[in-house]
Each structure stands twice: as structure tokens, then as C-alpha cells.
């Protein structure tokens, strides 16, 4: 997964909510005030548990949540006057919440699972069309979970374990009402699809990252016309469940929360404002923070001063630091049903209160509070081995590492790559931005290395220097290292039979050789500097390489 920062445009962000009865949010972690470990607090401050668990629970989603303890993770059901384990659910290396009769699980060592409210299994992700199901959604709403399968592909399930939308997509498809947004990766196709994945509308543009529907509108950002650029040229806009796409002005580069009718928007400067959704600036940016409220009133921060502010530019000032006490809370009431309102922070007295919207203080003063409810996802601890190789092939084709083939020259990746002393590696290396999910690993760093001068020091500056790239120089060797999300042993052999076999690459294990794969530890290295003895294709400079910067998706409810 990744920490919200008003739905700044970092990744793919997906919710989802019930078109019928939604999860009940009953209790949120707090600490009353003078306690040292964590209990469970309701809407009005009154304590379920207080003083209980050293580790802070999660919050309390249709009577059950979790907490770190022992090791792993503990399911308990929030009974009066004291928790009660669920069934044999402990020491878990991860868990999700219980919704549409499920919860998601994780044993060590184990594929994930699905168990009823007294902690039975119902059905476990193992494998869909010979491939390894190695994530998915940690929570089900409104009858679908998203899965995704080693090579990166997702789908979903129905609360059954039924597959109901194929391994097909390149992101997590959740439906905060009847549709959601996909990128179908066979037809690199932007689609509007409904629960039971059929195609109801296309979109007309290119998506780098976009969000679910809510009252109908999705966010998005547009794809820069150069995949290896920064994201200058995107766009952001709103599209509709009709697949309509709303062009919002420039002055727009991040969007936040937004229901049918606002928007709270960000621009370059990181100022905040809130706009139509026809885009009409209606305040214009000039706040630190805003939040929609799940009353549909917008709360703001400008240096120290915190007040309700309308979207005619009216304000109501707040006597203390002021904010929702479920973070985003418009958003997340499209997913839950729950009764918190705000919270008051007075850092004279370092004491927090849990108040309604019309400024009625609720229960006794708390120590801590924690708002925040995510619905992320949760990794199989099954240990894919051919989801490792897979992803390892995939960086890589016959002519090199993929987008960066040898002899291509270095003009193609002049303006893709951060003239910084961080990414200087030495006269005849550069560092490559490859951010991508390889099965049970990720890239971790990636080098390509030329016989020739590829950077020269160009302006020192106070004991540091600008670094430019010599333009005519070719590629002759890559190394990729990946890291492992938990150790296995033995993964050298694998992935350097995989490059013999699949790509006729000959690589041993011995670093010695022009060609070889290691492991140390959780480090899968990766280095070939001969290629096989073909002639060298796709060396067309004016062409745009294949783009091996791949974003990264991390799924984190209303992190957009």
C-alpha cells in the first residue's frame, strides 16, 4: 500500500459502497484520557473498552475488528465488557473487515481466505486459469472483491468465491455504485464496466490514474502524451458514468473530495479551493486544507485558524484545531454507515473531543483518537514462485531491458529520468525509474550501463552537481535488483533458467560471468551484459521506447 494527504494524485484510488445496507462503523481505537493502551470509543464517548490492547485496533466494522498481538493479528468480536476471539483467528500475517457475510484472511504461509463471523472458512484464492491469485481487496462491498493474479492482472469475485469479472484488468475494479472505471490491457481500452463486468460506455481519453464513481462522477487524471514524462501535460478531469468526460481548467492539479455538485481541488502551489463539477472555480485556491463532511458542509484550515466554509466563500470560525472524525468523511459515508461527526484537538491541554457538527461536546476528554479506516489490500503469504519468474521476464525482451534495448542510443531517455545526484551512478551507469509489482517482489532499483560517457558534471554547486546526459551514447549491459516481500531461498536458479529458456539468454549464478542472477537475503539481482548474438532492432530514435516505467498501484480507499 500509503497515507492520505487530501486525495493528492499519487495512485490508483478505490472505494467502494453498498447500494443497500452498508457496514456499520459502531467504535473508533481511542485512549480515554490518563490511559497508557488502547480501548474502543463510540459516536457519543463512551468507551466499549479502555485501557486494553498495547497495540491500537482497528476500527469496529459490523461488531468485529482486529489488532496486532502476539505476533500476528488477532479477530475479535466487539462483545460487552469484553472482546471475544473469533475462532482460531490469531496470529495472522494480515486481515481485512467482515462485510457481506466475509472477512479476508491471512494464515502464515498460506493463500487468502474468507471466514464467516465465528471464523469458519468459506472459500480460499488459490489459483484462477493456472495462475496464482497473490491479492486482493481487504474488505467486500456490495457483493464484489477484487483479486488480482501474478502476472498483475485483476478481476473480481462475488462473496460465493465465484469469479465474476476475469483477470484481465490492469487495476482494482470496485463499484461504489453500479460502475466502475477499468483499463482493459489486451485493448489498452479505458472502460466504464457494471458488477457483473460487462461494457456499458468507453472513455474517450487516455487515464494515468482514476478513481471510482461516487453520486455518479469519477477523477481522473489523463495520460501525458510521453508515458516516461512527468506529469506536466495531465490533465485532470471528471468523467461521467455515461463515460463523459468534463474538462476542468488548468489552474486544477489535484482533485479531493467531491460529491454530486463540488469538488475540493489543489493547484500547483498546493493551495485549496472548491469548484463545480461543471468547473467553475467557486472559491478560489487559497487554504491549507478543506474536507467535505459527510453533511455535506466543507471544513478549512488557513495557518492556525480553522472554520466551516461555504461554497459562496462564507466562513464560520472554530475555536480549536477542528476536523472530521472519520478522515474524509464524505467520501467514506458512501462506504459506511456511522455517526461520528468531528473532533476537537486542543494542543494547550494535548486533549481531544469528540463533538457534533453543531459543536456539542460528546463523552470524556481523550488522550488519542484514530480516524482512520482504510480498505486496502492484503497480499497472499503462499509463496508464488512463477509469479516471481513471470514478473522478473517481464521486465525484460530478446533485445534487452524492456524500453531501453541494447545500442539504443541515450537520447531517448534524456528527458524520462531526474537530473539529480540521486540518481547518479558513475560515469558509464545511470539509475532507470522502474516502479513495478514483480509476484512476491518488487523493483527495488534498476541500472543501465554504456561502454561510453553517459553523464558529465556539468555545474557544481556547493559541493554538489548538476548532472546532464551525453545524448549519442549506447546501452550496452542493465542490471535490475528485486526485493523480496518475504524471504525464500533459492530464487536464483529459477529466474536465470526462465531467461535461458524463455528469452535465450544464457545466465548463471555466478557474478563472475558477463551474465549471471544472485540472491542475498531479500536482494534478487539481475545483470546481463551480453545479449544474445542477434542483430540489435528497435534502435529507431525517433521512436518512443517501450515504456518501462509502470505505476505503481497502491490501493488505499479515497487515496486518489
Not at 461504489?176 to 466504464?192: G, H, P, Q, R, T
Not at 471510482?212 to 458514468?241: E, L, N, R
Not at 461554497?311 to 472530521?324: F, H, I, N, R, V
Not at 509476484?439 to 554504456?450: D, F, K, L, R
Request: charged share 25%; proline share 4%.
Amino acid at each position: 500500500m500509503k497515507v492520505l494527504r487530501l486525495l493528492a494524485i499519487a495512485a490508483v484510488a478505490i472505494i467502494v459502497a453498498s447500494c443497500s445496507s452498508k457496514p456499520e462503523i459502531s467504535y473508533l481505537p481511542a485512549k480515554a484520557d490518563g490511559d497508557s493502551s488502547w480501548g474502543l470509543v463510540d459516536a457519543n464517548g463512551e468507551f466499549l473498552y479502555s485501557d486494553e490492547f498495547d497495540g491500537r485496533p482497528s476500527a469496529v466494522v459490523n461488531g468485529l475488528f482486529y489488532v496486532s498481538e502476539d505476533g500476528g493479528y488477532t479477530v475479535y468480536k466487539a462483545t460487552k465488557k469484553m472482546p471475544k476471539q473469533v475462532g482460531d483467528l490469531c496470529q495472522l500475517v494480515d486481515c481485512g473487515f467482515f462485510n457481506d457475510g466475509v472477512m479476508p484472511v491471512v494464515r502464515k504461509g498460506e493463500h487468502i481466505s474468507f471466514v464467516d463471523a465465528d471464523g469458519n472458512t468459506k472459500f480460499t484464492l488459490e489459483k484462477v486459469d493456472s495462475l496464482e491469485i497473490i491479492a486482493a481487496s481487504d474488505m467486500f462491498i456490495n457483493g464484489r472483491c477484487a483479486i488480482r493474479n501474478s502476472e498483475g492482472r485483476w478481476g473480481a469475485i462475488d462473496n460465493t468465491g465465484k469469479v465474476v469479472i476475469p483477470l484481465k484488468y490492469e487495476a482494482p475494479m470496485f463499484f461504489v455504485e453500479k460502475y466502475a472505471i477499468v483499463n482493459d490491457v489486451e485493448s489498452e481500452k479505458f472502460l466504464i464496466i457494471d458488477k457483473d463486468g460487462n461494457q456499458v460506455a468507453n472513455i474517450s481519453v487516455p487515464l494515468k490514474l482514476y478513481s471510482p464513481f461516487i453520486d455518479g462522477i469519477a477523477v481522473a487524471k489523463t495520460k501525458p502524451s510521453d508515458d516516461d514524462s512527468d506529469d506536466s501535460d495531465s490533465k485532470c478531469v471528471f468523467i461521467k458514468d455515461n463515460g463523459e468526460v468534463i474538462n476542468l481548467p488548468s489552474s486544477v492539479d489535484n482533485i479531493g473530495d467531491w460529491n454530486y455538485k463540488y469538488a475540493v481541488f489543489e493547484n500547483e502551489e498546493g493551495d485549496l479551493g472548491i469548484i463545480t463539477i461543471d468547473g467553475e472555480v467557486k472559491v478560489r485556491a487559497k487554504y491549507d486544507n478543506i474536507e467535505l463532511l459527510a453533511n455535506g458542509k466543507f471544513i478549512a484550515r488557513k495557518g492556525r485558524k480553522y472554520m466551516y466554509l461555504t461554497p459562496d466563500g462564507d466562513t464560520e470560525k472554530l475555536d480549536e484545531e477542528t476536523y472530521s472524525a472519520i478522515e474524509h468523511s464524505a467520501l467514506y459515508s458512501s462506504v459506511f454507515d456511522f455517526d461520528f461527526e468531528l473532533i476537537e484537538e486542543d494542543d494547550r491541554d494535548d486533549e481531544y473531543r469528540l463533538l457534533s457538527y453543531s459543536g456539542e461536546e460528546k463523552g470524556e476528554a481523550l488522550s488519542r483518537i484514530k480516524g482512520g479506516v482504510r480498505i486496502e489490500t492484503i497480499d497472499s503469504d503462499y509463496f508464488d514462485y512463477d509469479g516471481l519468474v513471470n514478473g522478473a521476464l517481464s521486465l525484460f525482451d530478446t533485445n534487452g531491458l524492456k524500453g531501453y534495448p541494447f545500442g539504443s542510443p541515450m537520447v531517448q531517455y534524456v528527458d524520462s529520468v531526474a537530473h539529480t545526484p540521486e540518481w547518479y551512478r558513475g560515469d558509464n551507469s545511470i539509475g532507470v525509474n522502474i516502479s513495478r509489482i514483480c509476484g512476491p517482489a518488487s523493483v527495488s532499483s534498476a541500472t543501465i550501463y554504456s561502454n561510453g560517457t553517459i553523464v558529465y558534471d556539468a555545474t557544481p554547486y556547493e559541493g554538489y552537481y548538476t548532472w546532464a546526459f551525453n545524448r549519442n551514447v549506447r546501452v550496452s549491459a542493465v542490471n535490475v535488483t528485486l526485493w523480496l516481500k518475504s524471504y525464500r531461498d533459492g530464487m536464483a536458479e529459477p529466474i536465470a533458467a526462465a531467461l535461458r529458456d524463455k528469452l535465450g539468454i544464457e545466465v548463471s549464478e555466478s557474478s563472475s560471468d558477463d551474465n549471471y542472477v544472485s540472491q542475498s537475503g531479500r536482494e534478487i539481482n539481475i545483470h546481463i551484459s551480453k545479449w544474445k548474438d542477434v542483430p540489435v532492432v528497435g534502435t529507431n530514435i525517433d521512436a518512443a521506447p517501450d515504456s518501462v516505467a509502470v505505476d505503481s498501484v497502491v490501493v488505499n480507499p479515497f487515496a486518489f
